[in-house]
């Protein structure tokens, strides 16, 4: 019993890695872009959903929404203020841009919000629930599955959609996109408004449980890299299927071994996979 | 003409009162060198810290007659230096050992710092005094607690806080006692973050507890990074013990709190140490939920009027909270590291060195609730001793032992169920 408890929480964890690391993919597979500060968007959607909380008093719905449309337009004046024109420059300028971005939104956040842990209020949502014997507490069950829908529903949107196709025609062959009077530049603000938004939002789905501060982004920002690489460069299912088996991987490995092993588990099955399978589960060979 | 002959009267006048108003030369000031994590991880408890050391500062280079059982806090800056004033220079480790021990040798040999305070994490203590050993500048541990910070030969390092096995002792003398009032501990679980801090604490309470046949069920070490504790505590629920002893960080601590409400497992007692369940976060974020949890702490607040409460006043003047036991060992370490330079009488880092371990502070000229303040050959207190307290309501109140206790001990602990 108490091991289907254990795999209940890794999957709802899981759920919440690969809505945010869907995001990550999005920009890496459309630019070839490595973004170093997704992590940071993760805690800005947990800053945002802790202020609307705070000033307005809004639920999950409020706070979540709050998080996806500020961080929508912050990934969209990165893109347009930054991105665009080191896109440009060499490899290790790009790099460098969004690592000194990362550090700039975590130190701003330390100066605006202090060093210390914060977490929502325990009224924003509350209670767990026993399925035959099996507690799944509220906050994280709602996270858990709003996040896998999510991710379902942005990958609907780049294969279902018009949008979706010339997102995905810029990523193929940005000149072809051009002669078809696709903007890119307009395609490639939206990735990464929609990547923002997605990190933002897990970032207030996670808000619900777990307490925070401005250096946080860090531990999220590895964890997403680790799901992408093994889902596939730009493939948001692989994203997604990943996400689930950290999160199961990590929680089974604590629970059976120790918690100090999960990470090592983690990294080892990371490594083994890299050897056999480069290109991730679902990537493109 | 008379414009400049006005601005040249003016210059002159400004230059005399200025010359005026300088006292008699006054003395080198003294160079504190200080290592804090002020961001990262630990950043808040670095912060307040940091904040307490200023208190101190301002207790020693000020007039503060209200204090006078302090040594140093009535009569301005160090007297046995013809009033010198401390200068403190803080750096930021950020919880990083290797930084800290970098940043040591730049204090020592850029900022040339008389003597040394620090640093927190007894991860960047450990590499930091090995420094300042090497150079032959006296660093004062104010709270680290792992064992191994002293206990090395080392000659420059001393260390005013209780250590891992005091702490171990305390809480089987607790046990101890509440078995004699008919209460059942038969097995602890041990759950450590697993640096330097919590593994040391962690050993040398599996250690005591063996001695006192008390059964260790399960000790869970864990990162204390980690995003997610529920296979931890889950752990914990099929193990059943009679207290959990928590030896965690910040958010960590949090974390275990929300995890146990929502996987609905009370145990009859948790118990933290310290650290993380006194960080200024802890109790706005947890203490609907984790009512009747128990902590250790050598400071309180004490009555309106005491010594205590006044520090505490100034604390709540500069931060707008209570003074917390981590920053308050870090302010007393502070102190009695004054006190010895004022009786070395000169910055130079062997008199100092002497004159620390020539300290011998009695409990009433102390802040903390120390048994007094004196170093063996190693370098460590050993009259430091600690109470322990527990959360009611928003505020923890000391309630063992007997003699020290406020309130009366709440067991089993309320948790959520209040």
């Known amino acids: ?285 | 003409m008379s414009k400049v002959s006005a601005s040249g009267l003016f210059t002159i006048s400004v230059v005399a009162a200025l010359l005026g108003a300088l006292p008699a030369p006054a003395a080198e000031p003294v160079k504190i060198g200080i290592l804090l994590p002020l961001t990262g991880n630990a950043a808040a408890a670095g912060q307040a810290s940091k904040a307490a050391e200023e208190i101190g500062a301002e207790i020693v280079n000020g007039k503060h007659p209200e204090l006078a059982n302090l040594p140093l806090a009535a009569s301005e800056g160090l007297p046995g230096l013809g009033g010198a004033k401390l200068d403190l220079v803080f750096v930021d480790h950020q919880g990083n050992p290797s930084l800290a021990q970098q940043l040591a040798t730049r204090l020592i040999t850029q900022d040339k710092v008389h003597a040394l305070l620090g640093a927190y994490q007894s991860s960047c203590s450990f590499t930091a005094t090995a420094v300042a050993e090497r150079y032959g500048i006296p660093f004062l541990v104010g709270d680290s607690a792992a064992l191994n910070i002293t206990g090395r030969g080392f000659k420059w390092v001393f260390r005013s806080t209780p250590i891992a096995s005091d702490y171990a002792a305390t809480y089987m003398r607790f046990f101890d006692d509440m078995k004699k009032q008919g209460r059942r501990i038969a097995a602890i679980a041990v759950v450590n973050e697993n640096t330097d801090y919590g593994t040391s604490v962690a050993d040398s309470i599996e250690a005591e507890a063996k001695r006192s046949n008390v059964a260790v069920a399960i000790r869970i070490p864990y990162s204390a990074s980690s995003t997610d504790v529920s296979a931890q505590v889950l752990q914990l629920k099929e193990k059943q013990p009679d207290v959990v002893i928590f030896i965690s960080y910040t958010s960590d601590s949090i974390l275990y709190m929300k995890s146990m409400k929502n996987l609905d497992y009370l145990p009859p007692m948790v118990i933290g140490d310290d650290t993380g369940f006194s960080d200024p976060s802890f109790i706005p974020a947890v203490s609907d939920i984790a009512q009747g949890a128990m902590n250790r702490s050598a400071w309180d607040i004490g009555k309106p009027g005491s010594t205590t409460y006044k520090i505490n006043e100034m604390y709540k003047a500069k931060t707008g909270r209570d003074l917390d036991d981590t920053s308050g060992r870090n302010m007393q370490g502070f102190l009695a590291l004054a006190e010895a330079i004022n009786r070395a009488g000169s910055t130079d880092p062997e008199k100092i060195r002497l004159a620390l371990s020539k300290t011998d502070l009695k409990p009433e000229q102390l802040m903390m609730g120390y048994n007094g303040l004196k170093f063996d050959d190693t370098g460590q207190n050993i009259l430091a001793s600690t109470y322990l307290i527990q959360l009611k309501d928003k505020q923890y109140q000391p309630v063992w032992p007997a003699n020290a206790a406020a309130a009366k001990l709440d067991w089993p602990m309320a948790g959520w169920k209040h």
């Open chain 1, 1 to 285: 019993m108490l091991l289907l408890q254990v795999i209940v929480g890794g999957l709802l964890l899981g759920a919440i890695y690969a809505l945010f690391s869907s995001g990550l993919t999005l920009i890496w597979g459309m630019m070839n872009f490595i973004n170093f500060a997704h992590g940071e968007f993760v805690m800005l959607g947990m800053y945002v959903a802790l202020l609307v909380v705070i000033w307005l008093g809004g639920g999950p719905a409020a706070f979540g929404f709050a998080a996806a449309f500020a961080l929508f337009m912050l990934g969209i004046a990165v893109y347009l203020s930054l991105i665009r024109h080191v896109m440009r420059g060499p490899m290790l300028a790009q790099i460098l841009s969004t690592f000194g971005l990362a550090l700039l939104l975590r130190y701003t956040a330390f100066w605006i919000f202090s060093a210390n842990f914060v977490s929502l209020p325990q009224s924003a949502l509350s209670g767990t629930l026993n399925v035959a014997g099996i507690l799944m507490p509220v906050p994280q069950l709602v996270a858990g599955l709003a996040a896998i829908v999510l991710t379902i529903a942005l990958h609907l949107l780049l294969t279902c959609t018009t949008v979706g196709s010339q997102l995905l025609a810029v990523a193929e062959d940005r000149s072809a996109a051009m002669l078809m009077g696709i903007r890119p530049d307009r395609m490639q603000a939206l990735a990464w408004g929609l990547a923002a938004a997605s990190a933002g939002i897990a970032g207030a789905l996670m808000a619900m449980s777990y307490p925070w501060s401005p250096s946080v982004g860090e531990t999220f920002g590895l964890t997403a890299f680790v799901v992408v690489t093994l889902g596939g460069f730009g493939s948001v299912p692989g994203a997604l299927y990943a996400g689930l088996i950290i999160g199961l991987i990590q929680a089974l490995s604590a629970y059976l071994l120790g918690p100090i092993y999960k990470d090592i588990v983690v990294y080892a099955l990371f490594a083994a996979l890299l050897w056999l399978r480069p290109q991730g589960l679902m990537g493109k060979a």
